[in-house]
T-cell receptor, first 114, second 112 residues
Framework: KAGVTQTPRYLIKTRGQQVTLSCSPI?????VSWYQQTPGQGLQFLFE???????NKGNFPGRFSGRQFSNSRSEMNVSTLELGDSALYLC?????????????FGAGSRLTVL | AQSVTQLGSHVSVSEGALVLLRCNYS??????LFWYVQYPNQGLQLLLK??????LVKGINGFEAEFKKSETSFHLTKPSAHMSDAAEYFC??????????FGTGTRLLVSP
């Protein structure tokens, strides 16, 4: 069974640019959630999508957005990049039907903003 | 609001020694608790989880954790450390559908 796939794995952008990250969940999983990991702030929840609807949102500015497609694949977008957006962005998928669900994480997309 | 505290940003043990990583949680409702491990340049891998039922939970790679409601703790243990256990470990509590609140992590160092 294929795991959670994130692309690209590494990318470098400059301040003011925008970036789109992609996540393909495990087959059959309808929930995709996104987390940001930085040395200073640790792991923080960005948002979660279930059946193409955003069901939960963390405390991030509107520059961070996402969407989910009918095949459950998800993308997140960060506009007007800032230096502080440099981070490892992790995507996780699950069946989405319970708070006890195990989240399966991808390897992450490491974003560097110069 | 639910939260998690991990005591000790770094824990050092010798190979073969007991591993103990501490996690305390705060939750107004019965919690769902998780331990994840992260190896360098990788995502998070589930070690074990507690939802309901038996309070001693066994996970992968010989790890286990005990849910103690009276102490609001969910400490992770392994009887004998192996070099391959060196990684960063995260305790997390579920605050709703697919929304985890993570602790700050504990880096486990294993020396020969």
């Amino acid at each position: 069974k294929a795991g959670v796939t994130q692309t690209p794995r590494y990318l470098i952008k400059t301040r003011g640019q925008q970036v789109t990250l992609s996540c393909s969940p495990i087959s059959g999983h309808r929930s995709v959630s996104w987390y940001q990991q930085t040395p200073g702030q640790g792991l923080q929840f960005l948002f979660e999508y279930f059946s193409e609807t955003q069901r939960n949102k963390g405390n991030f500015p509107g520059r961070f957005s996402g969407r989910q497609f009918s095949n459950s694949r998800s993308e997140m977008n960060v506009s007007t990049l800032e230096l502080g957006d440099s981070a490892l962005y992790l995507c996780a998928s699950s069946s989405g039907d319970s708070g006890a669900n195990v989240l399966t994480f991808g390897a992450g997309s490491r974003l560097t903003v110069l | 609001a639910q939260s998690v505290t991990q005591l000790g940003s770094h824990v050092s043990v010798s190979e073969g020694a007991l591993v103990l990583l501490r996690c305390n949680y705060s939750s107004s409702v019965p919690p769902y608790l998780f331990w994840y491990v992260q190896y360098p340049n990788q995502g998070l891998q589930l070690l074990l989880k507690y939802t309901t039922g038996a309070t001693l939970v066994k996970g992968i790679n010989g790890f286990e954790a005990e849910f103690k409601k009276s102490e609001t703790s969910f400490h992770l243990t392994k009887p004998s450390a192996h070099m391959s256990d060196a990684a960063e470990y995260f305790c997390a509590v579920s605050t709703g559908f697919q929304k985890l609140v993570f602790g700050t992590g504990t880096r486990l160092l294993v020396s020969p």
